[in-house]
């Protein structure tokens, strides 16, 4: 099986200095016997912390709910003592947006003109997206599909960040990872760059460093979905020992100050949930209720073929749960620093992500729909990798045909 890696077999390794990123890479990757995982961080248990874990203070920047992300003042985020910069977000999805997130990146960002690793052997469909090439003679297309460039695309072997070789960056996306560096004091990030990474179970990423863009003082931000991950975050040099961490759908991990360019690989994948299942945050379900709490919908919104599901399934919410839920989209002006007008009413509208619920429904799917994707994701992680390449307002733009 092709690993994501093969992209950096180029890179030079000092053979006199001892190399701990291979190291542990070459650990946490072996599959008989398995390696012993008690020294991996999991941010879900303080017990696994070990002195090495503080908890991050994001509270004086707090956010409203947008792009399906909880308020930041909810947010449980984290920093290394070994590691100056790094954060670790856990989670900080709405229900249903993750569904919304990997959807985007299993049907829509694997389209042309995007780049993708596939461009070296096939001659994919422009009018097509890979999933929807994926059919007959061609069907293991996305079991092949390693990676994606968004903004700007490049051949590895040559990092050129050119004018000539950038297309669009999703709209949404941006909003996205704009807003999660607004949250971290980042207020004017520009995400020019993103490579969205597809591993199969059993795929993994070698060590390296992320040191192309011209302008290194702006974060690296990497969202994950579907499978769950052992990371490795070390160093400026080989020689310092990565730590390694678990990665589970919807967390966040940011990249800034000295860990900007800190070695990092994932050296495995870790399987969740039984064969052909989903992790529990992207399951069919949630997707549903959550789109009903969510975005406000109404079972008049939605098309023919899910409005009876909805009625039955929206007979099952507790009242209780929906009214919570809707006060959480509650616009206080005032309390909150807010990167979007945002009218001050009870309910206001603008809570409801209104962009983000449109651009669901276009891509909204039957159950039977999510099932395909389900499967896919019950054996994938997927990575979104987003940068800002230059410094503030020399951003390119956009060459898209
Ligand atoms: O998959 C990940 O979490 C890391 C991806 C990465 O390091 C990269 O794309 O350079």
Known sequence: MADVDARYGNEKISTERVDFVREEYKRYKRKK??????????????????????????????????????????????????????????????????????????????????????????????????????????????????????????????????????????????????????????????????????????????????????DLSWPLISLSFGQSAIFLIGGATRDIRPSALYIRSGDLLIMSGESRTAFHAVPRIMKVGEENEAPPSLKWQKSLEALIRLYGLDASDMNEDVRNVCKEKKDNINHASLNTAKSDFECKQGSEIDDLPCKPTETCDCNKLEFFGNSFRKNYVNQEEWRKFEIYLSKTRININVRQVHEKGKTVESNCP
Not at 117 to 133: C, F, G, I, M, R
Request: net charge negative.
């Open 33 to 214: 016997p398995p390696p012993d995982f008690s020294e991996v961080i999991d941010f879900q248990d303080p017990a696994t912390f070990g002195g090495r874990v503080e908890e991050l203070d994001l509270k004086d920047r707090a956010l409203r709910s947008k792009f399906g992300l909880k308020r930041s003042t909810e947010w449980q985020a984290y920093k290394l003592s070994s590691c100056p910069g790094f954060m670790f977000i856990v989670n900080p999805f709405l229900p249903g947006a993750q569904h919304y997130w990997t959807l985007r990146c299993m049907m829509d960002f694997p389209r042309k003109p995007n780049v993708c690793n596939l461009d070296a052997h096939v001659t994919l469909d422009p009018s097509k997206s890979v999933w929807e090439e994926s059919t007959g003679e061609k069907s293991d297309l996305m079991e092949r599909l390693r990676w994606v460039h968004l903004g700007y695309h490049f051949d590895y072997n040559v990092v050129d960040y050119k004018s000539e070789k950038y297309y669009e960056f999703p709209s949404d996306l941006a909003g996205l990872t704009r807003h999660i560096a607004n949250a971290i004091g980042y207020p004017d990030y520009s995400p020019e760059a993103g490579i969205v990474n597809y591993y199969p179970l059993g795929g993994s990423m070698g060590g390296h460093t992320d040191h192309y863009e011209s």
